[in-house]
Structure formats: structure tokens, C-alpha cells
């Protein structure tokens, strides 16, 4: 894949122009309305990348967060949740990506990070609960986290896999959405445990 030359994060509130799902304009026609929505993301951190988003598979949970089917959405929402996207820009302390490079993002974009759980890598079980790529405070700076149906996303390193150029990057999208599973063995090309 040829590489791109670096540029800005633009992450104006024009770039994110997307559509969104708003409940206050639903319709007995149509339970889901989508509503352009502009909004911006925070600037990498430290240890943050920025992609510029290319491919956001669309899985079932999107449909039932989107109608609050669990009882847990917060509108304004921008789902998505498999993620895969071109780093366009990385914080200081970033060591596993660079400009350029493929990334993907799945469910879990960030946790406590100190729980026993978590030092073992399996965010999932989180004590303190994993911040799922949308409709969840971030614990960053307590925003609502917007997920990938937008052009750019930033995330913490830790929660980004990294994806050889040479796969269909279309088709490694929809293997995030069960990350732990499916996802990391996908991007990385090794073969998921077979499963009984």
C-alpha cells in the first residue's frame, strides 16, 4: 500500500461531520434516525495515536445500542466499533505504531490498567469495567466516547492491533468485533484456537 505523506490531525468539529443517531426524531416509519452530527476529538496524548478511519464494519450490537435495546445508550451516538484506519498522528511516547501504519480498534479502547485483569491483558474483565469505543464516558477527559462511522478516532496504543498492509484491510474490519477472539489473531495473521 503506498504511503501517504503526514499531515495534520483535523479534528474540527467540520472534519467529523458524520451521521448520528438522535431518538429525538425517530418516527413510526423510521425507529432510527440518522442525523448529521459534527463534533471534535481531543488531540492524541502521550501514549495516544489518531487514525484516520478507513473501514468500520457494522455489526449487530451497533443496531442494538442504536435502538437501546440494553438499556445503556446515550444519544447523541456515533457507533462502530471495528475499526481500521492509517495513523495519521501519534503522541510522543507511542512505540508500537508510526505514521502511516495500519492500526485496527475493537470493542475496548481503554480500562483501569491496575487490576489484576488488566496487568494480564485481559481488559475485558476489567474490576473497574473496560470503556467500550462508544456511548461510554472516556476516561480521559469524561467525554461520551463517539465510535468508528466517523472519519478519525484516537486511542490509546494498548488498545490498537496492528495489521499488515498486505490483507484486505475491508475485510479485517468485521474481525474486531469480537477482538479478543477473532480480532487479534486476524490482524496478526495467526490462526484462532479451534473451538468446540
Request: hydrophobic share 35%.
Amino acid at each position: 500500500m503506498p504511503e501517504r505523506p503526514a499531515r495534520p490531525v483535523d479534528s474540527s468539529p467540520e472534519r467529523n461531520r458524520i451521521l448520528c443517531l438522535h431518538p429525538r426524531l425517530r418516527s413510526t416509519r423510521c425507529p432510527l434516525a440518522l442525523i448529521p452530527h459534527q463534533f471534535s476529538r481531543r488531540e492524541p496524548g502521550r501514549t495516544e495515536i489518531t487514525l484516520e478511519v478507513l473501514f468500520c464494519g457494522v455489526c449487530h450490537s451497533d443496531l442494538h445500542m442504536a435502538r437501546n435495546e440494553w438499556g445503556n445508550a446515550l444519544y447523541p451516538m456515533v457507533p462502530g466499533h471495528e475499526i481500521v484506519g492509517r495513523v495519521i498522528a501519534a503522541g510522543s511516547g507511542v512505540s508500537k505504531f508510526k505514521t502511516g501504519d495500519i492500526a485496527a480498534v475493537g470493542v475496548i479502547i481503554d480500562s483501569c490498567r491496575h487490576c489484576a485483569p488488566c496487568n494480564r491483558g485481559e481488559e475485558h474483565f476489567c474490576v473497574e469495567g473496560a470503556t467500550l469505543t462508544y456511548a461510554m464516558p472516556d476516561r480521559v477527559d469524561g467525554s461520551i466516547t463517539m465510535g468508528g462511522y466517523a472519519n478519525n478516532y484516537v486511542v490509546d496504543e494498548r488498545y490498537a492491533h496492528t495489521v499488515p498492509t498486505h490483507l484486505d484491510l475491508a475485510a479485517v474490519a468485521p474481525c474486531f468485533a469480537q477482538e479478543s477472539r477473532l480480532g487479534r489473531p486476524c490482524a496478526t495473521g495467526v490462526r484462532a484456537p479451534a473451538r468446540r
